[in-house]
């Protein structure tokens, strides 16, 4: 099938610091293609590209639709006097454009003039290609679809929330049905009845779709395949076979990284062995042959001279090999818990009407040890501020907490260390610089060439990973988590959901994710707004 987008040696630098860099990739007609990768990596940059809102600073980005291409952006602002139905006749008024061209060549056909058969021709492909006559109807399905029929269609924009603007930008630009779509992270402000319309819209559409998620659940019902953006080297790989295809693609580099290892180490055992023993050797311990003491001399100097040979062969090819090692891959993450010699059980988190004004109502909860709680709720319910009570960072205005054990924090929008301070520096305070550098290795998160990179010039996704880094190496019987899944890319996602089902200590988590939450095991608190209460025991 022939590529409808391609991207050819692309790159992007904003203010110095290098986004993408060399990459090239091509999507064929009617691919459904997700970006995927920690926030920050440059997926929006990746999708401004594809749509031509940005140029790159080198390469070029070929985009064939004569369908159109239709964009929608995380951050765009509707003007707020303009009406609900203006916000759609914007989106349609390509479709509606076209078609009044086809009434006006129409009619000048009837009066006998057949210059623009045609012009006629080539519009009513396009037309048709994009679902002209249906597009009213669409409208109203997009709009019922994404909890927006009730809304009035002489409404002000400027009266609606983020949430339904947000909905309405996206119902337009649906109803409009262009060639390629190109949509940056349209799952936002969603509930799960609109996500399923979407899912199910975005699977029966014809034409060719890209789009920015990091919801997993998402990428596993509509992604046909995915490129995922590395944020550390700037360049995109390319997956297969939707979500699963990506997830067993990187078990598979996985297992081919460790049996890469374990081939370099078994090669450079058997190097040093052979220059060792070879070393060892001498000349065959043979009698003397008729008294010729010349000819068994020169045959000796013979055997040395092949001896040392093979030596010095096996030293270089056991240097090159150790000039170039392969590493073992990080062993698979693991949340550390408090060693005792005897194990805390009971209690070990209280909160005894605890509340905020205004952002927190009266709450109540227990955990017991080895216990784990989601906690979820709509947005203003006060879930980040019970963690943060929780965690001892907030003060209620009533109630109390009670502690037992050490508590691990992972805050929404973590700040682990100062701007000016190196990665590593941060990830070391507290702890032992001496090898700091050999277990923020361990862990997989990051090169060794990012560890000088200022916490000032760090991605939101590489930050998220940091506060990570050091929440794993600190032992803790409690962890509270908000949002953990936020701005990592979904494999490290669906690693840090397998650490967690393997440590034994208490867990307390507040998540949007569908996928972590359609797994989850365990109990669950629904939040109120603050004027309400929340209990849990």
Avoid at 221 to 239: I, K, N, P, Q
Avoid at 350 to 360: H, K, M, S
Avoid at 434 to 449: H, I, K, M, P, V
Wanted: charged fraction near 25%; proline fraction near 5%; hydrophobic fraction near 40%.
């Amino acid at each position: 099938m022939p590529a409808q987008i391609t991207a050819l040696g692309v790159a992007k630098s904003f203010d110095g610091r290098t986004v993408l860099d060399s990459v090239t990739c091509s999507l064929a007609s009617g691919e459904r293609t997700g970006i995927v990768g920690e926030n920050g990596s440059g997926k929006s940059t990746l999708l401004r590209l594809l749509a031509g809102r940005e140029r790159p600073d080198q390469g070029e980005v070929v985009v064939q639709a004569d369908g159109g291409v239709g964009y929608l952006a995380q951050d765009e602002r509707l003007p707020p006097d303009a009406t609900v139905q203006q916000v759609i006749d914007r989106a349609l008024s390509d479709l509606r454009a076209v078609e009044a061209r086809l009434r006006r060549l129409e009619a000048a056909m009837a009066e006998g003039d057949a210059s623009g058969l045609a012009e006629y021709g080539d519009l009513m492909t396009v037309f048709e290609l994009r679902g002209g006559y249906d597009a009213d109807a669409r409208v109203e399905r997009a709009l019922h679809g994404l909890g927006l029929g009730l809304v009035g269609r002489d409404r002000a924009v400027g009266g609606l929330s983020g949430g339904e603007q947000v909905r309405l930008r996206l119902a337009a630009l649906l109803a409009a049905a262009p060639e390629v779509l190109l949509l940056d992270e349209p799952t936002n402000h969603l509930d799960e009845s609109a996500l399923t319309w979407l899912e199910d819209h975005l699977r029966a559409r014809r034409g060719t779709t890209v789009v920015v998620s990091h919801d997993r659940t998402f990428l596993e019902r509509v992604a046909t395949g995915l490129l995922e953006v590395d944020g550390d080297r700037h360049g995109v790989v390319r997956y297969g076979n939707g979500y699963a295809g990506y997830l067993a693609e990187k078990a598979a580099a996985r297992r081919r990284w460790a049996q890469a290892h374990e081939q370099w180490r078994d090669e450079t055992d058997r190097l040093r062995e052979a220059a060792a023993t070879t070393a060892r050797q001498v000349a065959p311990g043979r009698p003397m042959k008729d008294g010729n003491k010349m000819a068994y001399d020169r045959a000796g100097g013979r055997v040395q001279q092949s001896l040392a040979s093979r030596v010095r062969n096996a030293e270089e090819r056991l240097r090159r090999l150790l000039a170039d090692p392969v590493p073992a891959p990080p062993e698979p993450l693991r949340f550390t818990p408090v060693l005792r010699s005897r194990r805390i059980e009971g209690v070990v988190l209280e909160a005894a009407g605890v509340a905020v004004t205004g952002r927190l109502g009266h709450t109540d909860l227990k955990v017991a040890a080895g216990e784990r709680l989601l906690v979820s709720g709509p947005n203003g319910a006060g879930k980040s501020t019970l963690l943060r009570v929780l965690a001892g960072e907030l003060a209620p205005d009533g109630g109390h907490v009670t502690w037992r054990g050490r508590i691990g924090y992972l805050p929404q929008e973590p700040r682990p260390g100062e701007p000016d301070e190196t990665l590593l520096a941060a990830f070391a305070r507290g702890g032992r610089a001496e090898d700091a550098a050999e277990r923020l290795s361990s862990l997989g998160l990051f090169r060794t060439e990012v560890f000088s990179v200022p916490v000032g010039r760090l991605s939101t996704g590489q930050r998220q990973r940091l506060a990570l880094a050091r929440l794993l190496s600190e032992p803790s019987e409690v962890l509270l988590l908000d949002e953990p899944t936020n701005h990592l890319s979904p494999a490290l996602a669906e690693e840090l959901e397998t650490a967690l089902a393997g440590y034994d200590g208490a867990v307390v988590i507040v998540s949007h994710d569908r996928r972590l939450r359609r797994r989850w095991q365990g109990a669950h608190l629904v939040m109120r707004p603050a004027t309400a209460s929340a209990a849990c025991a």
